[in-house]
């Protein structure tokens, strides 16, 4: 799938990340420190995240944030003096990693004062787009996807079929009640299929399908007009995907593409963790001797008889 890049109307220009959220499945750390800016290896998944927007054309980073967490939005300032004071002493490389967040795309805080779900956040970005953008790009920043290339698939999908296009992976069916699951159907594309409706998490003998909704999402503009209509759930919250299955009732079209890369969910430590050790392994600075600390951090436990 390929995209003329030279035509703005047919890109992302616009990627919404939802950070408000209280951390809670990392307390205590998160207590001073946000989410967000936890580091996989050396860099924050917020700035992985601002990689992979810019990574496909993005230029702007509308970040749904808390009164609380402007630590997040400063992470993508220039911090001149700390970048003079490290090339002063020819630290070259970490001025580098200093420098890239705030060279890599546009930042703009939109605040969420009470965490309303995933819909009101993404509401709340309707007031930050150009009035002549029809589409635009959502990232969770719980989620990591390898390659980057998701979002650039998706973007294709939407410029041949319209619409909006969401992100599937393929999980185990026995492991379907954790996920929003996709009723679909098959399209002349193997890894796009047509979105006929979506349910959350079902018991896996009442599953549709085995594809599940991950972090990545390309929107109409008409979603807005969808969650204003819907009705707010359990505590208040509006839910993304109760506006995205009034849209599929109304005729809109919503397909998915299937990921065929990697996915590491940052929200909770089960899933930071492996993450940390893929992205660790695959580092030319730490990969050789973490790989040779892991096997023997492996072969003790299962001498140790852990395994």
């Known amino acids: ?31 001073t420190v946000p989410k967000e800016l936890l ?21 702007r980073l509308a970040i749904i944030t808390a009164p609380n967490k402007q630590e997040v939005m400063r992470h993508f300032e220039a ?13 070259q490389t970490q001025s580098e990693k200093v420098k890239r967040a705030h060279s890599l795309l546009n930042p703009i ?18 007031s930050v787009l150009a009035e002549d953008e029809e589409f635009f790009g959502v990232m969770l920043p719980d989620d990591i996807v390898q390659p980057l290339t998701a979002m650039e698939q998706m973007v294709a999908v939407r410029n041949k079929l319209g619409g909006s296009v969401l992100l ?68 208040g919250e509006l839910q993304l995907t109760d506006a995205i299955e009034l849209l599929i009732q109304e005729g809109e079209p919503v397909h998915v593409v299937v990921h065929s890369g990697t996915r590491h969910d940052l ?13 660790g392994l695959k580092s030319d600075v730490y990969g050789p001797a973490l790989y040779t600390q892991l096997k023997k951090i492996i072969a003790d436990y299962e001498a140790d008889g852990c395994a």
């Open 1 to 31: 799938m390929v995209n003329d890049r030279d035509d703005a109307s047919k890109w992302v220009r616009t990627v919404v990340v939802p950070a408000a959220g209280m951390g809670i499945r990392f307390l205590p750390a998160t207590k």
């Open 39 to 59: 580091p996989v290896v050396d860099t924050p998944g917020i700035e992985l995240i601002a990689e992979e927007a810019a990574a496909v054309g993005a230029d």
């Open 79 to 91: 911090f001149p003096d700390l970048v003079e004071t490290l090339e002063s002493r020819g630290k």
């Open 109 to 126: 805080a939109v605040e969420q004062n009470k965490p309303l779900g995933l819909g009101h956040a993404v509401g709340l970005a309707e």
């Open 168 to 235: 599937a992976v393929e999980v185990p069916r026995e492991q379907t009640f954790n996920y929003g699951v996709f009723d679909v159907q098959d399209t002349s594309d193997d890894l796009v299929k047509k979105v006929v409706g979506m349910v959350e998490k079902p018991d896996p003998a009442d599953a549709p399908s085995n594809l599940v909704a991950t972090g990545r999402y390309v929107l109409d503009r008409k979603i807005f007009d969808a969650l204003r209509r819907i009705t707010p759930g359990k505590g």
């Open 267 to 279: 929200g909770n430590p089960g899933g930071y963790i492996p993450a940390n050790v893929d992205f």
